[in-house]
T-cell receptor
Framework: SQQGEEDPQALSIQEGENATMNCSYK?????LQWYRQNSGRGLVHLIL?????REKHSGRLRVTLDTSKKSSSLLITASRAADTASYFC??????????FGAGTTVTVRA | EAGVTQFPSHSVIEKGQTVTLRCDPI?????LYWYRRVMGKEIKFLLH????????ESGMPNNRFLAERTGGTYSTLKVQPAELEDSGVYFC???????????FGPGTRLTVL
């Protein structure tokens, strides 16, 4: 069964704006990871946040994790055309296999 | 440092044929995973190797799929015989330890006609 669910399914923003997407999951986790997939290409690892962490930054990315609500958010600040992609959250538990959501498709308009 | 590589990038075969996908993990990564995304669905786990041993193969859809990792380096995923519903993108990922970042390859797009 699907563990992570991203919201919204699609997002269209103007270059320079911020993009926020959310991920909810159902069972307890060890880590939550965010990935990006540009059209027709592989998954690029963006950031990993552990279950005992609440916030993490990497460049223009900010990830939060609320284990009490079983949810995470990914914020991309000052978006660029190159940020146009699909974004996935993936969770892992004690079995280490990743469970993915359906993804959020982000389009950044020039 | 080279990332995870997969071969081929695309494969088009007819129903009933056999296809073998290859994955070369990042050097030194003991953990190797296979995932796939079939049309319109989310990315799903297939199996997990630790070195040459299958740690978890709970996601393998049926016995037409066979994964190997002889020697604990590269891995192959064979589909025999292929069916239409096997079409999708097959991803391989590797990680250094359990519970760390999993780094994905570019995927193999499999089309079964």
């Amino acid at each position: 069964s699907q563990q992570g669910e991203e919201d919204p399914q699609a997002l269209s923003i103007q270059e320079g704006e911020n993009a926020t997407m959310n991920c909810s999951y159902k069972t307890s986790i060890n880590n939550l990871q965010w990935y990006r997939q540009n059209s027709g290409r592989g998954l690029v690892h963006l950031i990993l946040i552990r279950s005992n962490e609440r916030e993490k930054h990497s460049g223009r990315l900010r990830v939060t994790l609320d284990t009490s609500k079983k949810s995470s958010s990914l914020l991309i600040t000052a978006s660029r055309a190159a940020d146009t992609a699909s974004y996935f959250c993936a969770t892992d538990g004690n079995d280490y296999k990743l469970s993915f959501g359906a993804g959020t498709t982000v389009t950044v308009r020039a | 440092e080279a990332g995870v590589t997969q071969f081929p990038s695309h494969s088009v075969i007819e129903k009933g044929q056999t296809v073998t996908l290859r994955c070369d993990p990042i050097s030194g990564h003991d953990n190797l995973y296979w995932y796939r995304r079939v049309m319109g669905k989310e990315i799903k786990f297939l199996l997990h190797f630790v070195k040459e041993s299958k740690q978890d193969e709970s996601g393998m859809p049926n016995n037409r799929f066979l994964a190997e990792r002889t020697g604990g380096t590269y891995s192959t995923l064979k589909v025999q015989p292929a069916e239409l519903e096997d079409s999708g993108v097959y991803f391989c990922a590797s990680s250094q330890g359990n519970g760390g970042e999993q780094f994905f390859g570019p995927g193999t797009r499999l089309t079964v006609l």
